[in-house]
């Protein structure tokens, strides 16, 4: 045998090893997944069951609410309010997980794709090593998003809702006292713990729409940056418009999720960095292609600077930007001078 071939039949049984450990590591994810979304469907029906049963206790309350004291109708209604907080906040993270599942079986089916490539390979071929490597930086970029998104997402949760539902025991405690020696203090504490829990809920509803927004798959890709542009306006007092150009009509789910996605990242990279006062965000339905467009009156920058630096640190918000463009066969383009804002342009050809 030759040097060379030699070489590459040792080069490939190296890659072959790599290619197992790599699917054993995603396999051994996917089953951790599994395993915690199977305990989050157990705990969401029994929340499902003690909610029902609160509902009908809350129900027959307010039917007679005659016969009972209004501190009674009261902590019906905040039992049942509270429990509800609770299953939403379980089916989040169980949301969380599914999106994470999703995502890894996409690379697992690629790496599954990428062994069979090595088994049926001739020895001695480069593009195969080559795509090996890129393969490798690609799977260590998802693994990496991934746990950045859970510990941001943890973050929100432990500092938003979780805090709030620990507040929402403490203040359920204090009427619990107070009920029997203070009725009317207690009625008032009542009225803001029905409030508090309805601050959690909208919280909670807030954190669900950055995950993955429900109006998305019902009612597809216009609807849902409607809202994402209303509420990017109202809450960063950016003003942001949305404009459609051409039919709208559904695009396949694939390329719904990844159009948003990427207008969503594009959206947080300008309240983050551009220093706007306003950004327009451009949906043009072509025939057979669909383009989208954020652009921004911002500070603007050096765009071939700050990719090399971007590409040194790692940065994984562009970088997913172009990886999801990149999956649906599209491409992004982003445009910038410094002092004259940015725009981000992608195209997805669809069929």
């Not at 795509?131 to 500092?159: C, K, N, P, W």
């Not at 790692?314 to 970088?319: A, E, I, K, N, T």
Request: charge should be negative; include cysteine.
């Amino acid at each position: 045998m030759a040097d060379g071939q030699r070489a590459g039949t040792t080069g490939l049984a190296e890659i072959h090893i790599v290619l197992v450990a790599e699917e054993r590591r995603m396999e051994h994810a996917l089953l951790d997944l599994e395993e915690e979304m199977a305990g989050l469907r157990t705990a969401v029906d029994r929340l499902d069951d003690r909610l029902e049963a609160a509902d009908m206790v809350r129900r027959h309350v307010l039917r007679d609410q005659g016969r009972f004291a209004a501190q009674e109708v009261e902590v019906a209604m905040g039992r049942a309010q509270a429990l509800r907080a609770e299953a939403a906040m379980t089916r989040l993270r169980l949301l969380q997980c599914q999106a994470a599942v999703r995502e890894l079986h996409d690379w697992h089916g690629l790496l599954r794709a990428l062994g069979q490539q090595v088994d049926d390979h001739r020895p001695g071929d480069e593009q195969l090593a080559e795509g090996l490597a890129r393969y490798r930086s690609a799977s260590r970029q998802v693994f990496q998003t991934i746990e950045e998104e859970r510990m941001r997402i943890a973050r929100d949760m432990h500092d938003g809702p979780a805090q709030a539902l620990s507040n929402l025991v403490l203040q359920a405690e204090v009427v619990e006292r107070l009920i029997t020696r203070e009725p009317e203090r207690a009625v008032r504490e009542l009225q803001l713990f029905k409030l508090a829990v309805r601050g959690v809920l909208e919280e909670t509803r807030q954190l669900i729409f950055d995950l993955r927004p429900m109006t998305l798959d019902d009612l597809g890709l216009v609807p849902t940056l409607r809202k994402l542009v209303g509420e990017h306006g109202e809450r960063y007092g950016i003003d942001t418009r949305l404009s459609i150009i051409g039919v709208e009509h559904r695009l396949p789910a694939p390329a719904e999720g990844a159009l948003y996605r990427i207008i969503q990242e594009a959206l947080t990279n300008v309240r983050k960095h551009a220093g706007a006062r306003s950004v327009e965000v451009l949906l043009n339905f072509h025939p057979g292609q669909v383009t989208a467009v954020v652009r921004d009156d911002g500070e603007g920058f050096d765009v071939a600077a700050v990719e090399t630096r971007l590409r040194r640190e790692r940065h994984l918000g562009l970088v997913s930007m172009r990886e999801r463009a990149a999956l649906e066969g599209g491409q992004l383009e982003v445009v910038s001078e410094v002092g004259r804002g940015t725009e981000v342009r992608v195209t997805v050809p669809l069929g």
